[in-house]
């Protein structure tokens, strides 16, 4: 017979591993830094266009020597009278006394106000009838990040965490420098949507060493430390802009573009997840991580090395069978693992194998994984959309638009941090919760006083406040959100899930732009539209588990204990928590 042991009294305890190795020292500074620097690498290319490719003032250029055949029907004489406008000539004739009125597009082209070197726009023409093709370039970018995150989280799973950061850094530098060269609008839509791909494989992978490298009470830092550097390297990105905004676009792009170049340095320097190693059996690469580490930090290596032993020991273990048995089967509920015999320190164990190779169809296959995913795919999809839509929709700041650029990001950084003090005193499930809730219920109330004292001094005051704070917390939902979904997937599965969560939110991001549409025909649509969808993550977040202080899941059975509560989360001394 085989003895079938309880998996949470064999629960793995990496956290010790990493305390071992002289947790917070030099050598995790390091990494720690190497892995958020991409902020400024994936928000400048993202953001740049907002700089780079402006709409600048223009009016139709003159006539001129123009030809009849441009004139087609309108009739020009001595006596007709032009104005030059954005997109359009009024042509004003006076026949017998009667007025008549004709357009004519910009038929000799633009004159701009600015040099046409400031702004791609400008230097391609693409205003008026091609007023779109610039947008278009960055809704494809956010396509690009559907795929790259869909594909390279999946690479990532597969072949570890910082081959892939590497090469799709790689890959990213050359082409934010390429973009600087485009001589066309087509060219530069088409390395936009690579761009979009490999910003989100370099930022999703680095994003998840980064989560993984910490220890359970210091996971809600990854989200609150990854708010903030996205926010300083959007609020960086104006004053650079503002030096050079005088220089040609070009110039500019290539400028930001340098900060991806540390590329070299991190091919160097950047270790592999130990976790990710770990739960494929790469055991070796542990030891002299930990070694490496070790040193570093000037910690006791022997007992670093005494603890993963002991540790590696218990990832795997769940099952025990007879030293007979080659093959055991242990179901529970809807789930089974498949559990072969392996030796451990020269026994003969049954063994769930933890290096089992998870595909992104496993998250089609297992209902708690699919029940999972499909809630949280949800939720960021809304959260890409209002995010996003609030930009698009709020009143614009009256002043510089440098100025209101850098405003507009200094908002975030107040709802980056408060999650991190939320996360400390209350689950990830709740803080979710509270922040979606905050941001609907914002938002309801902002279009409620938008339609019903709107014209008026004082509502018009209060809905633009009731605007922000929904965007404060859309932010704070986002950074818990960075949090709590790597939280919900097993090892072999995390990046897969935070890649198809990351994949879905661009569908958000691309639907975004016509809300303003939609605020041209009803002005409280887009804020009745966001404040009912938040509303309704609210109410769905409380089916998932709650995360705080639970071991990261290495398979999919312990998804599955997380939903049926057999999981119990670690009390802060360590201990079960049996309540």
């Given at each position: ?6 998996a949470a009294?064999?629960?793995?305890d990496?956290d ?5 190795t002289g ?5 995790h500074?390091l990494?720690g ?7 400024f690498s994936?928000?400048f290319?993202?953001?740049?266009i ?6 600048v ?21 001595n006596?007709t009278?032009?104005e030059?406008g ?10 017998s ?7 004519l597009p ?9 040099p046409t070197y400031v702004?791609f ?6 205003v008026?009838e091609l007023?779109?093709l610039?947008?278009l370039?960055q ?10 995150g869909?594909?390279?989280s ?9 081959p892939?950061y ?14 600087a060269?485009?001589?066309?609008i ?5 390395i ?5 791909g490999f ?11 980064f989560?993984e490298?910490l220890t ?5 830092l990854?989200g609150?430390?990854?708010g903030v550097?996205w926010?300083?390297s959007?609020?960086t990105l ?6 050079m ?13 340098v900060?991806?170049?540390?590329v ?5 320097t950047l ?8 739960a494929?059996n790469r055991r070796?690469?542990?030891r002299r991580i930990i070694?490496k580490?070790?040193?570093m930090?000037?910690?006791n ?5 005494d ?9 795997c ?6 030293p007979?048995?080659?093959v ?6 809807d789930s089974?693992?498949l559990v072969?015999?392996v030796k451990?320190d020269?026994?003969?164990?049954g063994?769930?194998?933890?290096s089992q ?8 296959r297992h ?8 809630i949280?795919w949800?939720?960021?999809t809304v ?5 996003y ?5 709020a009143t ?8 209101n650029f850098?405003l507009s990001?200094v908002?975030?950084i107040?709802g980056?941090?408060?999650v991190y ?11 979710a919760m509270?922040?979606?809730f905050?941001?609907?219920?914002s ?6 006083i938008?339609?019903t004292?709107g ?24 950074n ?6 790597p ?6 599965l995390r990046?897969?899930g935070?890649?198809m969560?990351?994949a879905?939110s661009?569908?958000?991001?691309m639907?975004a732009?016509?809300?303003?549409r939609l605020?041209?025909k009803v ?8 404040g ?7 109410f769905?977040i409380r089916?998932?588990p ?7 899941p290495t398979?999919?059975e312990?998804?599955n204990?997380?939903?049926t509560?057999k999981?119990?989360p670690?009390?802060?001394d360590?201990t079960?928590?049996?309540g």
């Amino acid at each position: 017979m085989s003895k079938v042991e309880n998996a949470a009294d064999t629960e793995p305890d990496f956290d010790e591993v990493i305390h071992a190795t002289g947790y917070f020292g030099r050598y995790h500074a390091l990494q720690g830094t190497l892995q958020m620097l991409i902020g400024f690498s994936v928000a400048f290319p993202l953001l740049s266009i907002v700089f780079t490719g402006y709409e600048v003032p223009h009016k139709c250029k003159e006539l001129g020597n123009i030809t009849s055949d441009h004139l087609q029907h309108v009739v020009i004489n001595n006596s007709t009278s032009l104005e030059y406008g954005e997109c359009q000539i009024e042509v004003e004739n006076n026949i017998s006394g009667v007025v008549k009125k004709d357009y004519l597009p910009c038929v000799a082209g633009h004159n701009y106000s600015q040099p046409t070197y400031v702004s791609f726009v400008a230097e391609w023409d693409l205003v008026c009838e091609l007023a779109g093709l610039g947008e278009l370039s960055q809704t494809v970018m956010m396509l690009g990040q559907g795929f790259g995150g869909l594909i390279f989280s999946i690479l990532a799973d597969k072949y570890g965490r910082k081959p892939v950061y590497i090469a799709t850094l790689f890959g990213l530098s050359a082409l934010c420098f390429g973009m600087a060269f485009s001589n066309g609008i087509l060219v530069y839509i088409i390395i936009r949507f690579l761009i979009g791909g490999f910003q989100q494989g370099s930022g999703l992978t680095a994003y998840t060493i980064f989560v993984e490298m910490l220890t359970t009470e210091h996971r809600p830092l990854a989200g609150t430390v990854g708010g903030v550097v996205w926010s300083l390297s959007v609020m960086t990105l104006a004053p650079i802009a503002y030096l050079m905004k005088d220089f040609s676009w070009r110039y500019l792009q290539i400028a930001l573009s340098v900060v991806t170049l540390y590329v070299f340095a991190l091919y160097c320097t950047l270790d592999e997840s130990l976790r990710w190693l770990l739960a494929n059996n790469r055991r070796d690469e542990c030891r002299r991580i930990i070694r490496k580490s070790t040193s570093m930090n000037a910690s006791n290596v022997k007992k670093a090395l005494d603890v993963f032993e002991r540790t590696s020991g218990t990832v795997c273990k769940a099952v025990v069978v007879e030293p007979s048995n080659t093959v055991d089967k242990v179901t529970d509920g809807d789930s089974s693992l498949l559990v072969n015999d392996v030796k451990v320190d020269g026994e003969t164990e049954g063994l769930v194998d933890s290096s089992q190779k998870y595909t992104i169809l496993d998250l089609f296959r297992h209902k708690a994984i699919l029940y999972t995913s499909a809630i949280t795919w949800y939720i960021w999809t809304v959260n890409s959309l209002t995010y996003y839509g609030l930009f698009l929709t709020a009143t614009s700041l009256a002043g510089d638009r440098f100025l209101n650029f850098f405003l507009s990001c200094v908002v975030e950084i107040p709802g980056t941090v408060s999650v991190y003090f939320m996360l400390k005193r209350f689950g990830r499930r709740q803080v979710a919760m509270i922040y979606h809730f905050m941001a609907g219920a914002s938002l309801i109330l902002s279009v409620i006083i938008l339609t019903t004292a709107g014209d008026t001094r004082a509502g018009s005051s209060v809905a633009t406040a009731l605007n922000m704070f929904g965007k404060f917390s859309i932010t704070g939902s986002f950074n818990a959100l960075f949090i709590y979904s790597p939280e919900l997937f097993p090892t072999n599965l995390r990046t897969a899930g935070l890649g198809m969560g990351s994949a879905m939110s661009r569908i958000g991001g691309m639907t975004a732009p016509y809300s303003d549409r939609l605020a041209d025909k009803v002005i409280w649509g887009p804020g009745a539209l966001f404040g009912t969808l938040c509303l309704i993550a609210t109410f769905l977040i409380r089916y998932l588990p709650e995360t705080k202080g639970r071991e990261l899941p290495t398979t999919i059975e312990e998804i599955n204990e997380m939903y049926t509560r057999k999981r119990k989360p670690k009390m802060e001394d360590g201990t079960q928590d049996d309540g």
